[in-house]
């Protein structure tokens, strides 16, 4: 293989990215570029303020709460620390519609911390700010634990043997070293956030919604030129904050060190401490909604289960849910596997960014581009599939190539001087040694477009509805029973997502 030239393996994928993604985004720049009075609105600016402010604050509690948890995780054999950290992907891989839904039952107006507490949080920015921190806090943790766990120990035990107390040791020594990746987990959060569209449009209401639910709102309204000069602004934003994140991740950072022995007194309440406050933000809501579902005002109940079973139309969520997100990972897995094979091959920092793009471009963001450079194909199938194919395209590149990198030099040179070809070296080399990289990033591809939200409400038709979809049309449906059946299709969902990741990735637990 290596006798094909790096771009040709890249080609397809390049195509494809300029097709549903460099196209959309000119034609939007055509159609808003010289809208500029919304950015005179004082409307616009207050939401465009709000979008900041509540992914800074989001980033700043993430940081405060997720890097020092990280630190004693990597430095301490704490038991059912691998367990721990494998399971805050679950988070990850949680469709928002799912979160929305614990979240509601948690802290909703009729919430349960609500009847028990009497404080009523549902008006307040603090729910959206939680719903963040739900998917996010678990990247910030992920990033940061992969950052401190490569600071040697013998140098934080040199920093001791100065003087230097533990934390001391750790601000001096563990921080200045680990501080790309902790930042990177912190610019990686804003990014979310500001990006962020179902939790907004759900939990946000009128007084907090975001950039992101503006465009979505001035496109279902036909204000295109006016939700282009919104995707615009939002795409500046996008633009620095990705620059700063492959700024900060740029190459590597060494070889994980080992933890030290297990530990105790201090350090081990401080996990405790830390983890018990992670868990229960992470977890509670997925636990609510299970438990909302099996439960009634009469106690405990199957009939909310019972209609969603028995309801013709959660066969077809289902099997357009299923079906749409195989198509779309059959394709992510395709052309993201060839574009990282022809990006190695190439050692290109340009492939590699390229690669980052469509992470650049929220789902909604995306969707209108493709009504605006595409109207006639904008109501067809390939088209929603095309968007799922390029919000999942970048989670397999990023998978493969740290695994592609990783790959020793003299294996690949000893197969080559034993006569094996390009073919053979691939076959017996670098598939079986990349492929649980691969496997991973299928994983997240796969749960992530299960439970797409944004693009899919804007370009999908009442026969292409899926399990997101569904609930989000029982969540409009006042009364009990739909918000019970709501959190059973919301179970099912969560349950199809988990099933996927853990079958592909193999329970591995890897966030790359």
């Not at 393996?9 to 494809?16: D, E, G, N, S």
Request: charged share 10%; with cysteine; proline share 7%.
């Amino acid at each position: 293989m290596s006798r094909n030239p790096p771009l040709l393996l890249t080609l397809p994928a390049l195509l494809f990215i300029t097709a549903f993604l460099a196209v959309p985004l000119v034609r939007t720049l055509l159609e808003g570029g010289v809208n500029l009075s919304v950015w005179r609105d004082p409307y616009f600016l207050g939401r465009l303020a709000w979008t900041l402010a509540q992914a800074a604050g989001t980033a700043l509690l993430a940081l405060l709460l997720g890097a020092p948890l990280a630190y004693l995780l990597s430095r301490y054999d704490v038991p059912g620390k691998a367990l721990f950290l494998r399971l805050l992907l679950l988070p990850f891989v949680t469709p928002v519609l799912v979160a929305v839904l614990g979240l509601s039952a948690l802290l909703g107006p009729h919430g349960w911390v609500t009847r028990w507490t009497g404080v009523d949080i549902s008006d307040s920015p603090a729910l959206l700010i939680l719903g963040n921190l739900f998917f996010n806090l678990p990247v910030m943790v992920r990033l940061a634990y992969g950052g401190f766990s490569r600071v040697p120990p013998a140098l934080l035990g040199a920093a001791r043997s100065l003087g230097a107390s533990a934390w001391g040791a750790a601000w001096s020594v563990a921080v200045p070293l680990a501080l790309p990746g902790v930042a990177a987990g912190a610019v990686l959060v804003f990014l979310y956030s500001a990006l962020s569209f179902g939790l907004p449009l759900a939990l946000g209401g009128e007084a907090y919604g975001t950039l992101e639910v503006e465009v979505y709102q001035s496109a279902f309204a036909l204000r295109l030129p006016e939700a282009s000069a919104l995707i615009l602004g939002q795409l500046a934003l996008t633009l620095v904050a990705t620059w700063v994140y492959v700024s900060l991740t740029r190459g590597g950072t060494g070889v994980p060190a080992p933890a030290v022995p297990r530990a105790w007194g201090g350090a081990l309440l401080g996990v405790l401490a830390l983890g018990t406050v992670t868990a229960v933000i992470c977890f509670a809501p997925l636990l609510a909604v299970v438990a909302r579902g099996l439960l009634g005002s009469a106690g405990p109940t199957l009939a909310y289960w019972q209609g969603v079973l028995t309801d013709q139309q959660t066969g077809l969520l289902v099997w357009n849910t299923v079906r749409f997100a195989l198509l779309a990972g059959v394709g992510a897995v395709l052309l993201g596997g060839s574009f990282a094979l022809g990006a190695w091959r190439a050692r290109s920092r340009v492939l590699d960014a390229t690669s980052l793009l469509p992470l650049m471009v929220s789902p909604v963001s995306l969707a209108v581009g493709y009504l605006l450079a595409y109207p006639r194909l904008a109501a067809t199938l390939p088209m929603l599939l095309a968007a799922y194919v390029l919000l999942a395209l970048p989670l397999v590149v990023r998978s493969l190539l740290p695994a592609l990198r990783a790959l020793p030099p003299r294996v690949l040179e000893a197969a080559r001087s034993l006569g094996a070809g390009p073919w053979a070296v691939f076959r017996t080399v670098t598939w079986p040694l990349t492929l649980p990289a691969l496997r991973g990033g299928a994983a997240l591809a796969l749960s992530t477009v299960l439970g797409e939200f944004g693009a899919t409400l804007v370009l999908t038709r009442p026969e292409w509805a899926t399990l997101s979809t569904g609930l989000y049309e029982r969540l409009g449906r006042p009364g009990e029973r739909n918000l019970g059946e709501a959190c059973a299709l919301a179970t099912a969902l969560l349950l199809l997502s988990a099933l996927t990741f853990t079958v592909l990735d193999g329970g591995r637990g890897e966030m790359t």
